[in-house]
Every structure is written in structure tokens, then in C-alpha cells.
């Protein structure tokens, strides 16, 4: 079955540069969230779109956009990179079921960025 | 503020026997829950959920039990194999109605031994 596909797997940056983590969903699944695990943490929800819209919004830096594609492909741009921005970004999917709930979340293989 | 907390790091459990994973929770509004599997380098897999009009549900070796009144749910594998070896997130929703974020725990890391 197809799953969540993320880009690119490793990514290495400067301080101060920019970066792009791209997502593609599930086939059929409408809905796109980001989550950042910083070293030995726990996955910290970053920001979710429902149909191209965003539907929530967590602990994302100003320095963080995103958005998601007609495709439903979505990208999250990074600007101004920090040391602390190095962590593992995951992109998940969901889709609503028949009876209208959105169950669980597919999650991709992530985003190892370091900031060097 | 963790809203999720699996307040044992890691747990170490015989091939064959139960294990036992534990996640407690702080917010009495999150109604579903889901436990996800970790292997290094990988993302989350999900392994099974349940919600919180429910008290246990299972999937083949996995069970998960939910009690709302002590805001502790649990994982129980049986019987554990080797490839059970990693580490496991409990998460935690404000329903499932609508794309609604996940907080998670801070994870267990379990090693079946041979």
C-alpha cells in the first residue's frame, strides 16, 4: 500500500540559510500535519491543513510557513535556520472515514535536518 | 507541560511473556487515543487506538485499555517477540471528529529478549 512520502530524507544547512521539506500524502487523504522531534523528545505537533486550508496551528516559529497544493502535496518552508531548528520533521495523513471521523494518522519516514 | 506522560523510559520483557506499556494522561477533554511504534531512522506506525466511549480494545497480540476515571491507558502485547523490540508512543487526541492534532508521550523504549 502506498504511504507517506517525504523530501528529502537528510537535509544539511547553514545557520541563516533556508529549507524546504516537502509531503505527499496518502492517495486519498485530505488532511496533512507536521510534527518536529527534537533529540530525545517527543513529537511536537507543528501545524495541519484540511483540504488546502490550515486547520490548526501549534509551537511553529514565524520563521516556519507552510502550505498545502491542489495535489495535496504540501511544503513546509524554514527560513533564518537555528541551531535549534536540527530535529526530525514528520509529515502524517488522515482521511474521514465513511461515518465522517478521521482516525489515524500515517506517518512518513521524516526529515532528518541538521543546522550546522 | 506534558498533557501525555509514559513515565518508564524503557522496559525490558522476555520473549514469549506480556508486556506492559503505560501512558498517563492530564487533559480530561482528549477522548481518542492511539499507540504508535518507532523504529530508528523511521516514522510512527500505528498500531491501534481506541476511544474514550470504550474501555478495551484489541487487535490480534495487541490490547489497549483505557481508564477514564484514573486517566491511564495501557498497551499489553502478548506474547512479545524479538521484532516488538522499540520504541512506543502513546498519543493522545480531542476527538476524532474533525483533523485534530496528536500529543504524544515521551515514549518507552521496549527490548524483548531472547
Known amino acids: 500500500a502506498a504511504g507517506v512520502i517525504q523530501s528529502p530524507r537528510h537535509l544539511i544547512k547553514e545557520k541563516r540559510e533556508t529549507a524546504t521539506l516537502k509531503c505527499y500524502p496518502i492517495?486519498?487523504?485530505?488532511?496533512v500535519y507536521w510534527y518536529q522531534q527534537g533529540p530525545g523528545q517527543d513529537p511536537q505537533f507543528l501545524i495541519s491543513?484540511?483540504?488546502?486550508?490550515?486547520?490548526d496551528k501549534g509551537s511553529i516559529p514565524d520563521r516556519f510557513s507552510a502550505q498545502q497544493f491542489s495535489d495535496y502535496h504540501s511544503e513546509l518552508n524554514m527560513s533564518s535556520l537555528e541551531l535549534g531548528d536540527s530535529a526530525l520533521y514528520f509529515c502524517?495523513?488522515?482521511?474521514?472515514?465513511?461515518?465522517?471521523?478521521?482516525?489515524?494518522?500515517?506517518f512518513g519516514p521524516g526529515t532528518r535536518l541538521t543546522v550546522l | 507541560d506534558q498533557q501525555v506522560k509514559q513515565n518508564s523510559p524503557s522496559l525490558s520483557v522476555q520473549e514469549g511473556r506480556i508486556s506492559i506499556l503505560n501512558c498517563d494522561y492530564t487533559?480530561?477533554?482528549?477522548?481518542?487515543f492511539l499507540w504508535y511504534k518507532k523504529y530508528p531512522a523511521e516514522g510512527p506506525t500505528f498500531l491501534i487506538s481506541?476511544?474514550?466511549?470504550?474501555d478495551k480494545n484489541e487487535d490480534g497480540r495487541f490490547t489497549v485499555f483505557l481508564n477514564k476515571s484514573a486517566k491511564h491507558l495501557s498497551l499489553h502485547i502478548v506474547p512479545s517477540q524479538p521484532g516488538d523490540s522499540a520504541v512506543y508512543f502513546c498519543?493522545?487526541?480531542?476527538?476524532?471528529?474533525?483533523?485534530?492534532?496528536?500529543?504524544f508521550g515521551q515514549g518507552t523504549r521496549l527490548t524483548i529478549n531472547p
Open positions: 502524517a495523513s488522515s482521511s474521514k472515514t465513511r461515518g465522517g471521523a478521521y482516525n489515524e494518522q500515517f
Open positions: 492517495p486519498r487523504h485530505d488532511t
Open positions: 491543513f484540511y483540504e488546502k486550508m490550515q486547520s
Open positions: 487533559n480530561s477533554m482528549f477522548d481518542y
Open positions: 481506541i476511544s474514550s466511549i470504550k
Open positions: 498519543a493522545a487526541s480531542l476527538g476524532f471528529q474533525g483533523a485534530q492534532k496528536l500529543v
